[in-house]
T-cell receptor, first 116, second 115 residues
Framework: AQSVTQLGSHVSVSEGALVLLRCNYS??????LFWYVQYPNQGLQLLLK??????LVKGINGFEAEFKKSETSFHLTKPSAHMSDAAEYFC??????????????FGKGTKLSVIP | EPEVTQTPSHQVTQMGQEVILRCVPI?????FYWYRQILGQKVEFLVS????????KSEIFDDQFSVERPDGSNFTLKIRSTKLEDSAMYFC?????????????FGQGTRLTVV
């Protein structure tokens, strides 16, 4: 079974500073990896995903993440934080498990605060 | 832009009562899912549904839970006899034809409070 660990339940950065949200996964087979963002009182929105191919993936709102198999990591970064980035971020992993199954395993989430 | 719609946004029910949470997935999607998020905890998979049947379910999805796609547009989650620990945010999601390479779109959630 796969699992996800997000280091740090709460991260604070200054506006304009680098954002780094950490995610490590465990999976016995090649995983598909995702980052979702949840704004207050809203659903989950996909930021970016890694399935196959290029290990550095770019997503919406200037975020990117790099799949590092040797480190079993998929950390999320953004060069310069904006106030609008304040939200909760979830890393998720899935492996193919049968017809139509899309069982995402989520991390516990990291709440990002941006300080003006 | 197509979106997944969930109703109601908030439901309060008494323990032991039945609740039905409703979802309208994106119209041409084939895969449907329910997840839940207990306050302060992570989002957990409940069940996936494809070709009019459950394709996978978690340990959480016991006999008290059922899903249905009654009319080709709605996708419902029924909890037969609610318990206090069923209080959570429930998210519906749907995905297209591409399987693992297809993004799952999530609704805004229904907050269920069992009192």
């Amino acid at each position: 079974a796969q699992s996800v660990t997000q280091l740090g339940s709460h991260v604070s950065v200054s506006e304009g500073a680098l954002v780094l949200l950490r995610c490590n996964y465990s999976s016995s087979v090649p995983p598909y990896l995702f980052w979702y963002v949840q704004y207050p009182n809203q659903g989950l929105q996909l930021l970016l995903k890694y399935t196959t191919g290029a290990t550095l993936v770019k997503g919406i709102n200037g975020f990117e993440a790099e799949f590092k198999k040797s480190e079993t990591s998929f950390h999320l970064t953004k060069p310069s934080a904006h106030m609008s980035d304040a939200a909760e971020y979830f890393c998720a992993v899935t492996v193919y498990s049968g017809a139509g199954s899309y069982q995402l395993t989520f991390g516990k989430g990291t709440k990002l605060s941006v300080i003006p | 832009e197509p979106e997944v719609t969930q109703t109601p946004s908030h439901q309060v029910t008494q323990m032991g009562q039945e609740v039905i949470l409703r979802c309208v997935p994106i119209s041409n999607h084939l895969y449907f899912y329910w997840y839940r998020q207990i306050l302060g905890q992570k989002v957990e998979f409940l069940v996936s549904f494809y070709n009019n049947e459950i394709s996978e379910k978690s340990e959480i999805f016991d006999d008290q839970f059922s899903v249905e796609r009654p009319d080709g547009s709605n996708f419902t989650l029924k909890i037969r006899s609610t318990k206090l620990e069923d209080s959570a945010m429930y998210f519906c999601a749907s995905g297209g034809q591409g399987g693992m390479n297809t993004e799952a779109f999530f609704g805004q959630g229904t907050r269920l409070t069992v009192v």
